[in-house]
């Protein structure tokens, strides 16, 4: 793997495709900056070899050059959070990119204006590509959220740098860490699989039970495992298409020898609503009128004692609707299972969107091994497909 740290960038125009796709509320203000600064340790070390730096980004998904999309509103917080100035390029490409750039002093920053403002981005045009790739000596990729992704600035415009490619130190980390859990993983090694549906995760799910020793599935689609077991699930979150799925991953965990738990029992309401009525019932006895919204206490010790004699864990969904207060138990109390793990020195992944919205919600980031900046590049990763953001620099 080609490593920042162990260059010079000094005299050199390096551009960094970055994942800046940041939350922001009506009066464009980042509503969390952890993607900003996941980058600043890359961005910072090209500056202190006194580079140019520019950094080029998509932001949500844009029809045209829709305002609200623009990378502009990034500027302010990013010159604080950098410690320099920090200039904007209204397009990404042609003259008005060029000469930014010309006009750009070393060691200082240049934010391109939103790639996706460019269809071609995500249909990986090389031309366009090259556009990119004409602006700089130097191209970094330190974009994990987007590895997944065979677009322009992720992996196509590689081709042109040919010996002048590298890995950002956030992608190195993201890859060491996925390979720390994969390769290396201490035993018992855990994956805790939640969330709203299986249809996203099956593929993980096939995979992961390759690898672990326990799988714990949690969240909306223990429901259609529930249904796979004859249980009753009333109003809960089903995908009846995968209900033969999940009997086959039962079958295929036994097979495995793999220690497949499901939630025992259910924390269930009358309508998807933090006020609603609720009941706790064995999760295979959903009161008729009720959705299970939570797992219940005994499943959550159930889990948390395999949790607690894992040595590796990955989690990758949460086990209820944490978003509301009445049914955010499951999820809080597996993830302080998860930290106490690892406070005994267990190796914890968390990835995906959900549940890292839900270690923040419940201030535990400091407490897990390792946060993921992308959900769908790290099941990706895990289910051993090649990202092609990582291929395109190794190749
Ligand atoms: P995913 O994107 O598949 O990881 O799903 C995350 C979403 O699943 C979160 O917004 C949760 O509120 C939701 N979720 C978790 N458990 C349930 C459940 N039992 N019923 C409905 N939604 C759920």
């Known amino acids: 793997m080609k490593n920042l740290s162990e260059q010079n960038f000094k005299g050199k125009i390096v551009i960094v495709r970055v994942d800046f796709n940041v939350p922001l509320n009506g009066k464009f203000q980042i509503t969390d900056d952890s993607r900003i600064a996941s980058a600043l340790p890359t961005i910072k070390q090209l500056l202190g070899d006194n580079a140019k730096v520019i950094l080029m980004s998509h932001l949500g998904r844009p029809k045209e050059n829709e305002e609200r999309y623009s990378l502009k509103h990034l500027v302010s917080h990013l010159e604080s959070s950098i410690g320099v100035k920090v200039y904007f390029s209204e397009n990404c490409i042609g003259e008005t990119a060029k000469d930014a750039v010309d006009k750009l002093n070393y060691g200082e920053v240049l934010l391109l204006e939103n790639l996706r403002f460019h269809k071609e981005e995500k249909e990986g045009n090389v031309d366009f590509a090259k556009q990119l790739s004409e602006l700089a000596d130097v191209y970094v990729n330190d974009a994990f959220g987007t590895a997944h992704r065979a677009h322009s600035s992720t992996s196509v415009i590689s081709q042109f740098f040919k010996e002048n490619k590298y890995f950002g130190l956030l992608l190195k980390n993201e890859i060491d860490s996925l390979e720390q859990a994969l390769t290396n993983a201490e035993k018992p090694f855990t994956a805790i699989i939640g969330g709203a549906k299986i249809s996203g995760k099956i593929d993980v799910i096939k995979s992961l039970l390759l690898k672990v020793d326990n799988l714990i599935i949690g969240g909306g689609m223990a429901y259609t495992f529930s ?14 298409d995968k209900v033969d799925l999940a009997k086959n991953i039962i079958e295929k965990a036994k097979e495995l020898g793999v220690n497949l738990l499901l939630p025992i029992d259910s924390v269930n309401a009358d309508d998807f609503n933090n006020n609603a009525n609720i009941i706790t019932s064995d999760i295979i006895n959903v009161p008729e ?28 969904g949460p086990m209820g609707v944490f978003e509301m207060s009445n049914f955010e138990n499951g999820t809080k109390k597996i993830g302080e299972a998860i930290c106490k793990s690892t406070e005994e020195g267990a190796f914890s992944l968390i990835g995906g969107g959900d549940s890292v919205a839900a270690i923040k919600k419940f201030n535990m980031s400091e407490q897990v091994s390792y946060i993921s900046t992308g959900g769908g590049a790290m099941l990706e990763y895990l289910e051993g497909k090649e990202l092609p953001g990582v291929k395109s620099i190794q190749e």
């Open 227 to 240: 249904k796979a077991m004859g249980g009753k699930i009333a109003n809960s979150l089903v995908e009846n």
């Open 289 to 316: 009128g009720f959705m299970g919204l939570d797992i219940g206490d005994k499943s959550i010790q159930l889990f948390s004692e395999t949790i607690q004699k894992s040595k590796t864990i990955i989690w990758n």
